[in-house]
């Protein structure tokens, strides 16, 4: 694969004896901030809103209206 335009400047530099730009950035930039978290009561709420979490397996579904 080719280099980027900033790639190359970066090794142009390094090739004529100037500092390297990249020893001038921070070092929480490698790192991975994301923060992860365990599913809580509501979370795995949402998860089941949805589906059928009631069985509808009794005998008896039937109602009665009176008018």
């Known amino acids: 694969m080719a280099y980027s335009k900033a790639n190359k400047k970066r090794r142009k530099l390094i090739r004529e004896g100037r500092i390297n730009p990249e020893i ?36 008896n579904d039937s109602f009665f209206i009176f008018t």
Request: proline fraction near 3%; hydrophobic fraction near 10%.
């Open 24 to 59: 001038n950035r921070s070092p929480f930039s490698r790192l991975n901030l994301r923060t992860r978290k365990t599913k809580n009561k509501k979370d795995q709420m949402y998860r089941t809103k949805h589906k059928n979490r009631y069985s509808h397996n009794s005998e």
